[in-house]
């Protein structure tokens, strides 16, 4: 059959309005594969429903298929045939959602279809009977790829229904971004300021065993009164239909009795996301009490711990393959109110381990977020569809949200834990001088009076860490003032990055305020007298580029001498380290490698001598082969410089060392025209996105954030400012090579609503 080139997936599935976890967990990996991949990876949704439901889809849902007429299911199944459209079909299978004995009306489907298929299994039972057992196989041996959620269900699914292990994979439950600083702001919001807050959510349901949290509190809450417990969420629709509102008025009936009504908040609604993750964030423990051992996955656990709450949990797998490390209580049983009580009080009465446990779960549920989960899935559809070398991202939105938090009126702070500024880490020279040149280049393509006030800001700083005779202190801490760190050895190349980030000031007059183009002409004029003291290659090239830049403003002769003697320093450093094999200006390869042969570069652009920019472009061609294997950008590690006679280390990949390899190519690319740098530019920026050994993203989607660090097994998703400004200046690059909309009009989708 063809394949058109913009091929889609459809998702087979229960679908939002329906109120049920399967629908939203099928709605959050829409949105979050649009997110991502945007129109590269176009979606599309058949939704499960019975005759007798109707409800208002939103505009991805193409085809409604009614789980209770046999004959339906073929005859949807051929009309996804005739779509040529249409790579990979993913069935979300969930036994309740299809009718026939153990849902096996879903086979007449899949026998139809002429699509790849992956099912999806979001529940996998052991010690099935004959019936359930052949099923389930029939699935799993008529699906390409089978998924599943946990490595419990991997093991029932190879172990009970001899599902081969190659065809199975698991791919997680996904959850969401949320802020931590927020935990203390919302409490204030709702009124919980001085509460201990627990909480549970979910489509209310006699599995929840909610009874025995509730049967646990009485003596909790004679010790500690402070406490809350929320149970949010209504009660499940199926439910509804089958015995009404009975277990929802033992519950009220057991708080009245218990004499719990200050202490346990009913929230019966469906909630929003953005309140729900409200409600979870302001949480200090969340407690999942399900009753039901083969409860295979949670997304109501997921969210829970990615909303940074200590969680106390009954042993269902998914909580057993999560809890660890630290991150939150595996209890031993099910149905036992004792466990709950004394989990709960060793929590509320050890406030610092629950904060602990809080952030570790908060940390390890970055890896399972929404977007890394799209990420898994569209390697499985490009799998599928031999489309592994046509892997697109889409470019996230530029934000501001992150530099602003970590500005105050004094300048940006260093480091963050997690999202929240940490005021202790103080300022430095080096990040200042970083957001000034961000924010100028962001006021050029964004004007905004709010960005002209944030580059005044790091302007003031730099201009006030300078010292009489022209050079500048590094590091403040909050009081400000200066401190045994500017003793460091990176002294020096702050002082080349200060002068990098006034010429930028300066080369902008036509965009900025006089008085600021008067201040930084000030800071200047004093900084140049120490040029000649710069001895680190890496000083020596940031200050390349601030002297490039006041070239471009005035053509001043002394300015031109000063790019002549440093890039001849810079020459000389080759001259002694480069050998056969080893084209670098250093016998190792450190930080910030690129600004090396960029700085070679722009000296060639005001000079015209032909010898700095063969230099150049041999320099940046010998880095970058080291840097671009097999399709991805590896940069070198923080752990170990990459020394001439040493073999390289992996791993502890940073921002940093991306981004100025962006910042290069975007240079090379325009002065020589060369299609590859323009490539390699846009495979290095997705190192961000997600094209990195982790296949995961590197940036927070709620505030534009970068994490620290890539490591081998994890990221650390701290959010310093070297970090964030590296990606925000490396984003504001790529608005130059964003490919534009295309001129085709769009052909609207004609739902086929089958019924």
Known sequence: MKIEKGIKMLLVSSYPPRECGIATFTNDIVNALDVVFGDTLPVEVCALQTREQDFQYPEEVSYVLPVDSLV??????????????????????????????????????????????????????????????????ALTDLSDKVVVLTKKSKEILTDYYNCPLSKCMIIPHGNHTVLWEQKKVLKNKYGFKDKVVLSTFGLISENKGIENVLCALPEIVAQHPEVIYLVIGKTHPEVIKREGEKYRNLLTATVKKLGLENNVIFVNEYLQLDQLLEFLTLS????????????????????????????????????????GNGNGILLKSFDNPEEFKEAILFL????????????????????????????????????????EDDLRFNFPPIKLDHIKKLTTDFGILQFSKFSQPDPESGYTLDDNARALINMVLYNKAFPDKENLKLANTYLNFIEGIQQHDGWFDNYKDYNKKLTKQNEEVNLEDANGRALWSLGTVISHRQNLPLDMICQAVKCWDKAIKKIDNFKSPRAIAYALKGLYLYHEMYEDGEVKKHIENLA???????????????????????????????????????????????????????????????????VISNRGWFKKQNERVFYGEQPIEVATTIIALDLFYEVTQNKKYKDQLKLAFIWFLGNNHLKQIMYNPENGASYDGLEDKHININQGAESTLCFFKARLIMEKYMEKPSNQTKISKTKSLIT
Request: a neutral charge.
């Open 568 to 634: 001849d320093e810079l020459l000389r450093h080759y001259k002694i380290n480069s050998a056969e094999n080893w084209c670098w200006y250093e016998d190792y390869m450190t930080y910030a490698n690129n600004v090396l042969p960029e700085a070679m570069m722009y000296s060639y652009l005001v000079t015209k001598n032909p010898k700095y920019k063969k230099i150049a472009v041999i320099t940046f061609d010998f880095l970058l082969s080291h840097y671009f294997m097999k399709g991805q950008l590896k």
């Open 348 to 387: 509320i009465e050890n406030k610092e381990q629950r904060i602990a446990m809080g952030r570790n779960a908060f940390s390890m549920a970055r890896a399972t977020n929404w977007e890394n989960i799209a990420i898994q899935y569209r390697l499985l559809f490009d799998q599928l569809t031999n489309r």
């Open 284 to 323: 200090e423990i969340y407690l999942f009490s399900s009753k039901d051992p083969n409860q295979a996955v949670s997304g109501t656990f997921a969210y829970a711990m990615s909303s940074g709450c200590a969680v106390i949990s009954t042993p269902i797998p998914h909580a057993v393959e999560s809890l």
């Open 72 to 137: 339906h299911y073929r005859l949807v199944a051929e009309k996804i045939n005739e779509r040529n459209d249409i790579g990979l079909v993913c069935i979300q299978h969930e036994f309740g959602l299809f009718r026939g004995e153990y849902g096996d009306h879903i086979l007449s489907f899949i026998l139809a279809l002429n699509k790849p298929i992956v099912t999806v299994f979001h529940t996998v039972l052991p010690n099935p009977d004959e019936k359930r057992k052949k099923v389930v196989y």
